[in-house]
């Protein structure tokens, strides 16, 4: 079935880097945009970033901007999160999820993956 | 842009009709996606183009509006949908979402 899986989450030190991944499966992963989105505990949903299909189009929130770096490997229909520069506000689930476009929304979501940056 | 829902909290009970409202700080045409979340689930995709429901999303969901005022309508309650909503504009990056509307049973 349609699905994608996130992965890398864990604890980290503010200042230190983290990388993401997100796993797809059940459809053809390089005709699609890819987004991730995170969300802090009791929060709402915040936008992070968004590739294009073959990889040559990022944009990024403004929070992140600098400091994350969204890429794709077509080859192993992976999509990554570069997180470096570390912050506690950076804590949150993150998700990743497939944009059905490149349209700028978001039709099929993973479960999320924690990270939670403290020292 | 900026996206403001009201209510952020909404009480109401099965088999009522309730209005979501989403506003956008400036136009974003119809570029608007709402979703649902449940507590411990990631959010799934409701509507798309402002108004165009999602295959298998139930027909009591219906949206509206354009420009910088959206709406999402339930018809008619059931025990499923009480959840947090979130509007969400894709017109201009970087894209955001609404602060979210938690529906509760009253």
């Known amino acids: 079935q349609v699905q994608v899986v996130e992965s890398g989450g864990g604890v980290v030190q503010p200042g230190r880097s983290l990388r993401l991944s997100c796993a797809a499966s059940?459809?053809?992963?390089?005709?699609?945009?890819a987004h991730w989105v995170r969300q802090a505990s009791g929060k709402g949903l915040e936008w992070v970033a968004v590739i294009s299909s073959e990889g040559s189009k990022k944009y990024y929130g403004d929070s992140v901007k600098g400091r994350f770096t969204i890429s794709r490997d077509n080859s192993k229909n992976t999509l990554y999160l570069q997180m470096d520069t570390l912050r506690t506000e950076d804590t949150a689930v993150y998700y990743c999820?497939?944009?059905?476009?490149?349209?700028?929304?978001?039709?099929?979501w993973g479960k999320g993956t924690t990270v939670t940056v403290s020292s | 842009i900026q996206m403001t829902q009201s209510p952020s909290t909404l009480s109401a009970s099965v088999g009522d009709r309730v209005t979501i409202t989403c506003r956008a700080s400036?136009?974003?045409?119809?570029?608007l996606a709402w979703y649902q979340q449940k507590p411990g689930k990631a959010p799934s995709l409701l509507i798309s183009?402002?108004?165009s429901l999602e295959i298998g999303v139930p027909s009591r969901f219906s949206g509206s509006g354009s420009g910088t005022e959206f709406t999402l309508t339930i018809s008619s309650l059931q025990p499923d949908d009480f959840a947090t909503y979130y509007c969400q504009q894709y017109n201009s990056y970087p894209y955001s979402f609404g602060q979210g509307t938690k529906l509760q049973i009253k």
């Open positions: 059940g459809f053809t992963f390089r005709n699609y945009a």
């Open positions: 400036q136009s974003v045409n119809a570029w």
């Open positions: 999820a497939r944009d059905p476009g490149p349209a700028g929304y978001m039709d099929v």
């Open positions: 183009k402002a108004s």
